[in-house]
């Protein structure tokens, strides 16, 4: 989890919530959906909008992710990533 963190190379905040919200020309959408699949900061960034739907006017672009929320989103992906073993174990469980 160390590279959960936004590179040079990411969309910036208000290019994630313009896809978000379908404000995005199609060109530039079909980059963002790329990129998404291959970094899961921007992803959980694009889920977060999803949930918490945000105007333009309330996103700021930040340098570095506040410890608390970087701890919140690396536990949440990681809950993501064990939800299947985690079904698996209760199902065998039950069988037993």
Same mark, same amino acid.
């Not at 970094?39 to 930040?62: G, K, L």
């Not at 992906?77 to 939800?83: A, C, E, G, P």
């Given at each position: ?7 040079? $190379?990411?969309?910036?905040?208000? %290019? ?10 199609? %060109? ?8 998404? /699949?291959?970094?899961?900061?921007? /992803? ?17 672009? =930040? /340098?570095?992710?506040? /410890? ?19 079904? $698996?174990?209760?199902?065998?469980? =039950? %069988?037993?």
């Amino acid at each position: 989890m160390a590279n959960f963190t936004k590179s040079e $190379d990411c969309p910036s905040s208000h %290019e994630l919530l313009e896809f978000e919200n379908g404000d995005m020309r199609l %060109e530039d959408g079909r980059s963002v959906r790329e990129h998404l /699949a291959q970094c899961e900061f921007c /992803a959980a960034e694009v889920e977060f909008y999803r949930h918490y739907p945000q105007s333009e006017d309330e996103v700021v672009e =930040t /340098a570095d992710i506040p /410890a608390p929320l970087y701890d919140l989103a690396e536990s949440l992906l990681s809950n993501k990533r064990n939800k299947i073993s985690s079904l $698996d174990r209760l199902l065998h469980e =039950t %069988e037993d």
